[in-house]
């Protein structure tokens, strides 16, 4: 019997695939097996017969992964597997960053119900927002999120021009043909009017949105942050939308500096919360763990 300690609530669906050969607890201290969600496992002290960590979800920023290398523990993670989760959020998002929904919600709970029909031809006025359809999407980053969400783009009348530093690779993921391909992330901040971004946080990618790259952006451009909150260097990015060179920041990712100033939309970390996507890396995650501990294979490590 192999013992699998979960270290979130992980979907049943995927749980059921373990099958007979497993027990499945959060409460096991020898553990050969964890699977974890978002819970941050630095301090995590792995028994000495941990074999595997299995992160339902993309990014593996909540694991000590060099250390667990060190250790000949592998770690796996769910790539694809909550794409289309976010990438929908992001649509919402892009839809957020131009049209004054948020803002015209709120304001419409201050009206007082008799002057709502007046009040309303207020609104109409004040919450002008642009439409999309015919503007530019940078998408910086071309796995499975930003590959989804530049064809989504490109099927609501977007351009879109997209950086990958590996793009001969991704292609063959399916990027819509209609993609212009940058050579330099420095070309798509120069003619996105909405950026969005899609790559890990690592030493190279940290603060990659600073005052230099928000400079050489259009004026009122839109930016859009649904993959991690490193990339963005929050005080330049507030400074940036004090002084109407962001038009607006919409970001899964904040903190309380970022919620109170005025153009930005923060959400908390909602890039996957679906049920279909909480089921689809729970399955990924389980039968990743299963063909490591039964066969010996390792994907996506
Ligand atoms: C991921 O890394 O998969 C996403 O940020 C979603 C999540 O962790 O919930």
Redesign the pocket.
């Known amino acids: 019997m192999y013992k699998i300690k979960t270290m979130n609530k992980i979907s049943n669906e995927g749980l059921k695939l373990f099958g007979d050969l497993y027990e499945v607890d959060d409460k096991f201290e020898d553990e050969d097996a964890i699977i974890v ?2 819970a941050k496992l630095h301090d995590y002290d792995p028994p000495h017969n941990l074999k595997a960590i299995a992160r339902a ?3 593996v920023n909540n694991i000590p992964v060099d250390a667990c290398s060190d250790k000949g523990i592998v770690v796996f993670n769910t790539p694809g597997a ?1 794409a289309n989760a ?1 990438k929908e959020l992001v649509l919402c998002g892009l839809f957020l960053s131009s049209r004054k929904v948020v803002e015209g919600i709120e304001w419409a709970k201050t009206i007082e119900d008799d002057d709502f029909g007046k009040a309303v031809e207020a609104g109409k006025k004040q919450f002008v927002g642009p439409e999309i359809d015919g503007k530019t999407l940078g998408v910086i980053g071309l796995g499975a999120i930003g590959v989804a969400v530049a064809n989504a783009a490109i099927k609501l009348g977007m351009h879109v021009v997209g950086y990958d530093p590996y793009i001969s690779v991704k292609a063959a993921w399916g990027l819509s043909k209609w993609v212009k391909h940058a050579t330099t992330p420095e070309e798509v901040y120069r003619e996105a009017d909405y950026l969005t971004i899609h790559v890990p946080a690592n030493e190279e990618t940290k603060n990659m949105i600073n005052k230099k790259t928000i400079a050489l952006m259009k004026r009122d451009v839109r930016i859009l942050n649904f993959a991690r909150d490193a990339l963005v260097n929050t005080e330049d990015m507030i400074t940036a939308l004090k002084k109407e060179q962001v038009a607006k920041y919409v970001t899964d990712f904040g903190n309380k500096d970022l919620v109170n100033t005025p153009n930005v939309i923060v959400m908390p ?1 909602l ?2 919360s679906t049920p279909e996507s909480e089921e689809n890396c729970a399955r990924m995650a389980v039968t990743e763990l299963k063909d490591f501990l039964e066969n010996g294979n390792i994907q996506n490590s």
Request: no cysteine.
């Open positions: 969600r978002s979800g993309a990014g909550n976010v970390h890039g996957a």
